[in-house]
């Protein structure tokens, strides 16, 4: 039997901000549900990997031994495969069902997009098993239908994504940096709990479609970030490190605020949440540095329910083992 194994790159968001709804193009235009961000996006090198095989039946299975996630239709690697095998019939019909396996090293529920990069390693990797030959555009498209970070992870890199986060412009990558990562075990948010809660507390201020919305746009565009990843300041670019969902998911968790100002006292580039948390992340310059933090913060809080990783920034996206 064929299969492909494919790493699967987790990210981390190093800009998040929430400009207001977003809504579908065209005349008809009307609310999406979603937001309209703005945000820088980094794939670093904490990886799932996930194998891809022709299992020689109709069915699609996906096996991952992590108690939180799903085996069944609703893990999005398992939607990936059948959005597939929706859009090329034929294909599914030649070539048989697939297996599935997500080996977990990405934690669950992290705000580090696990999910959405299982579902990409599964576009790439149906795109090879199936012989389609799909371009990046082309994966890109499908992974939009699947959620918003997908396009990203199927890249990955350092990225400015905007609209509901799918539509990219690549950033000169940036590499030769180090990331310290912490996460309580036992804490997980739901992104759609958090952009709910956001838009409960917010969405009286969010900008009109507009003028308003296109010259914020314009201002984060030619703005400190971009000019300090465009010359590569990781000083600079931590200093400048934002994430609107901090300001629902820390008032809802004392213990990530707690998180973040222990990683505060270190002296890091620069620390915050990732996405819809509850990771918090620290910047280093080196990996000594990284290794500095990571110890001061586990002496500082000192809990067993506490997970460390250091990671490096990562210029690919999906990529295939050989
Ligand atoms: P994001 O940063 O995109 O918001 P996240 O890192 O916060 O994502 P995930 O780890 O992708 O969150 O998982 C969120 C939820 O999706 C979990 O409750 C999990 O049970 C479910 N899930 C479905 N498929 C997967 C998968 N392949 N990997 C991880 N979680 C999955």
Same mark, same amino acid.
């Given at each position: *039997?064929? $299969?492909? $194994?494919l790493? /699967?790159?987790?990210?981390?968001?190093?800009?998040?901000?929430?400009l !207001?709804d977003?809504?579908?193009?065209?005349?008809? +235009?009307?609310?999406?549900?979603?937001?309209? *961000?703005?945000?820088?996006?980094?794939?670093?090198?904490? &990886?799932?990997?996930?194998?891809?095989?022709? $299992? !020689?039946?109709?069915?699609?299975?996906?096996?991952?031994?992590?108690?939180?996630v799903?085996?069944?239709? +609703?893990?999005? /690697?398992?939607?990936?495969?059948?959005?597939?095998?929706?859009?090329?019939?034929?294909? %599914?019909?030649?070539?048989?069902?697939?297996?599935?396996?997500?080996?977990?090293?990405?934690?669950?529920?992290a705000?580090?997009a696990?999910?959405?990069?299982n579902?990409?390693?599964?576009?790439?990797?149906?795109?090879?098993?199936?012989?389609?030959?799909?371009?990046?555009?082309?994966?890109?498209?499908?992974?939009?239908?699947?959620?918003?970070?997908?396009? %990203?992870?199927?890249?990955?890199? =350092?990225?400015?994504?905007?609209?509901?986060?799918?539509?990219?412009?690549?950033?000169?990558?940036? =590499?030769?940096?180090?990331?310290?990562l912490?996460?309580?075990?036992?804490?997980?948010?739901?992104?759609?709990w958090?952009?709910? =809660?956001?838009?409960?507390q917010?969405? /009286?201020?969010?900008?009109?479609?507009?003028?308003?919305?296109?010259?914020?746009?314009?201002?984060?565009?030619?703005?400190?970030?971009m000019?300090?990843?465009?010359?590569?300041?990781? &000083?600079?670019m931590?200093?400048?490190?934002?994430?609107?969902?901090?300001?629902?998911?820390?008032? /809802?968790?004392?213990?990530?605020?707690?998180?973040?100002e222990?990683?505060?006292?270190?002296?890091?580039?620069?620390?915050? *949440? +990732?996405? +819809?948390?509850? =990771?918090? %992340? #620290?910047?280093a310059?080196?990996?000594?540095?990284?290794?500095?933090?990571? #110890?001061?913060?586990?002496?500082?809080i000192?809990?067993?329910?506490?997970?460390f990783? @250091?990671? &490096?920034?990562?210029?690919?996206?999906?990529? @295939?083992?050989?």
């Amino acid at each position: *039997m064929r $299969s492909y $194994s494919l790493l /699967a790159p987790a990210k981390i968001n190093l800009y998040l901000e929430i400009l !207001g709804d977003h809504v579908t193009g065209g005349e008809d +235009s009307r609310p999406s549900g979603f937001h309209e *961000m703005v945000m820088v996006l980094q794939s670093i090198s904490l &990886t799932d990997r996930v194998d891809v095989r022709a $299992s !020689g039946t109709d069915l699609i299975r996906v096996y991952c031994s992590h108690p939180q996630v799903p085996n069944d239709a +609703s893990n999005l /690697a398992y939607r990936a495969a059948a959005l597939m095998s929706k859009q090329f019939p034929d294909k %599914f019909a030649r070539y048989g069902g697939v297996d599935i396996t997500i080996h977990k090293q990405i934690p669950v529920g992290a705000g580090l997009a696990g999910g959405s990069s299982n579902a990409a390693a599964v576009l790439v990797g149906l795109d090879l098993l199936w012989e389609l030959g799909l371009t990046r555009d082309e994966l890109q498209d499908l992974g939009a239908v699947l959620g918003s970070d997908v396009p %990203f992870c199927i890249a990955g890199g =350092t990225a400015l994504a905007t609209g509901r986060g799918e539509q990219l412009d690549a950033l000169p990558a940036l =590499t030769d940096r180090y990331v310290v990562l912490a996460k309580y075990r036992s804490l997980s948010v739901s992104t759609a709990w958090a952009y709910q =809660t956001y838009r409960q507390q917010f969405g /009286a201020s969010y900008l009109r479609r507009g003028s308003d919305l296109e010259q914020r746009q314009q201002q984060i565009h030619s703005g400190a970030m971009m000019a300090a990843i465009a010359q590569r300041d990781a &000083t600079k670019m931590g200093q400048l490190l934002r994430n609107d969902l901090e300001k629902v998911v820390l008032p /809802a968790h004392p213990q990530v605020v707690q998180l973040r100002e222990a990683f505060q006292q270190t002296n890091p580039l620069g620390t915050m *949440m +990732s996405g +819809s948390g509850p =990771t918090v %992340f #620290a910047l280093a310059e080196s990996q000594t540095q990284a290794e500095d933090i990571q #110890a001061r913060v586990k002496a500082a809080i000192a809990n067993p329910d506490l997970e460390f990783w @250091i990671a &490096t920034f990562n210029p690919f996206g999906i990529r @295939i083992v050989e």
